[in-house]
């Protein structure tokens, strides 16, 4: 089974906090792909990574990094110093070998308060 | 550059109408998905269009939905008759091929549909 699991329903932190949103995969595929994406208020789902199976180094942009871990079929996503514009539902997906479609998480809420 | 477009942003139809959603994807991209998101569960694929073919369309939940892409540019998505399930978000992505791997979709701020 292809599975995408976001156990992190809600979290609500306070400005410039750090928060770690959890993303576990599950599938049988040697190569595949993770992505997260951002869903603000507005509604529209923004891209923010995407990740091959065979690169499991870490990586950072800005105040935003990502742990992939094979080992343990995980895909984190740290926001550092959080801010208010923060604030949106964040996806992470999988994108099964040989085809196209994604397969995403329930998604996790970040509430960010001033 | 302009996004994915979708149009209408919200539509609130009753039992048995029949609706139809637009998308305009990223110019220049081949690939079209329409995806959907029912009440707070995860976002599921409906269908895949590489120009104005069906790659896939293994996601449609019956025959009451038909969507299509004449001339590979943008696609509709018909709901005839609508049933109360199927509320919720209808997402649009576009992308173009990659190679060496798999392309990123890109996201149409989507469509709410409600039937009552």
């Known amino acids: 089974a292809q599975k995408v699991t976001q156990a992190q329903t809600e979290i609500s932190v306070v400005e410039k906090e750090d928060v770690t949103l959890d993303c576990v995969y599950e599938?049988?595929?040697?190569?595949?792909?993770l992505f997260w994406y951002k869903q603000p208020p507005s509604g529209e789902l923004v891209f923010l990574i995407r990740r091959n199976s065979f690169d499991e180094q870490n990586e950072i942009s800005g105040r935003y990094s990502w742990n992939f871990q094979k080992s343990t079929s995980s895909f984190n996503f740290t926001i550092t110093a959080s801010q208010v514009v923060d604030s949106a539902v964040y996806f992470c997906a999988l994108n099964p070998y040989n085809t196209d479609k994604l397969i995403f998480g329930t998604g996790t809420r970040l509430q960010v308060f001033p | 550059e302009a996004g994915v477009t979708q149009f209408p942003s919200h539509s609130v139809i009753e039992k048995g109408q029949t609706v139809t959603l637009r998308c305009d994807p990223i110019?220049?991209?081949?690939?079209l998905y329409w995806y959907r998101r029912v009440m707070g569960k995860e976002i599921k694929f409906l269908l895949h269009f590489v120009k104005e073919s069906k790659q896939d369309e293994s996601g449609m939940p019956n025959n009451r939905f038909l969507a299509e892409r004449t001339g590979g540019t943008y696609s509709t998505l018909k709901v005839q008759p609508a049933e109360l399930e199927d509320s919720g978000v209808y997402f649009c992505a576009s992308s173009q091929d990659e190679r060496g791997g798999a392309d990123t979709q890109y996201f149409g701020p989507g469509t709410r549909l409600t039937v009552l």
């Open positions: 110019s220049g991209h081949d690939n």
């Open positions: 599938t049988r595929d040697t190569t595949y792909y």
